[in-house]
């Protein structure tokens, strides 16, 4: 577009400074100056928006990048709760199967102190009675 415009220009210059007067020669250049001056505050805006639309591409790309990052690092954190979690259910059923073996057991052993007691009750009078004679 820049090479058209600087075409044009010089066309104009050209065709004006041919068959017209030195007045009109150099309205025509100042129009082209103003055209090339137009043209290049367009080139440098349009680097200006070009260098800031590549500047927010990079900001964009970091940004992106530490967002997967953290959704890694809460992932692994994650793992690491529910192996915690995993390993901390694994402990309660262990408790859980102590206690029901010992309501199993307790009552068994009650049972047997009791008759134990009951057996030595009974021969304690025989044994006293053996004593004595």
Same mark, same amino acid.
């Given at each position: ?20 007067? %030195? ?7 100042? *129009?082209? @100056?103003?055209?090339? #001056?137009?043209?290049?505050?367009? /080139? =440098? ?12 591409s990079r900001k964009l790309v970091e ?13 692994r954190e994650m793992q690491t709760e529910? %192996? ?7 402990? *309660?059923? @262990?408790?859980?199967? #102590?206690?029901?073996?010992?309501? /199993? =057991? ?28």
């Amino acid at each position: 577009m820049e090479k058209q415009t600087l075409r044009i220009t010089l066309t104009l210059i050209l065709l004006t400074g041919a068959s017209c007067s %030195s007045d009109e020669n150099s309205r025509v250049a100042e *129009l082209a @100056t103003q055209q090339l #001056e137009r043209q290049a505050d367009q /080139n =440098r805006r349009m680097s200006e928006l070009q260098q800031e639309v590549a500047s927010g591409s990079r900001k964009l790309v970091e940004a992106d990048a530490n967002a997967r990052q953290e959704i890694v690092t809460l992932q692994r954190e994650m793992q690491t709760e529910r %192996s915690e979690i995993g390993h901390q259910r694994d402990q *309660l059923e @262990t408790e859980r199967r #102590e206690i029901a073996d010992s309501r /199993n =057991r307790d009552p068994i052993i009650a049972a047997a102190i009791t008759r134990v007691a009951f057996v030595v009750v009974s021969l304690l009078p025989l044994l006293i009675c053996w004593l004595l004679l």
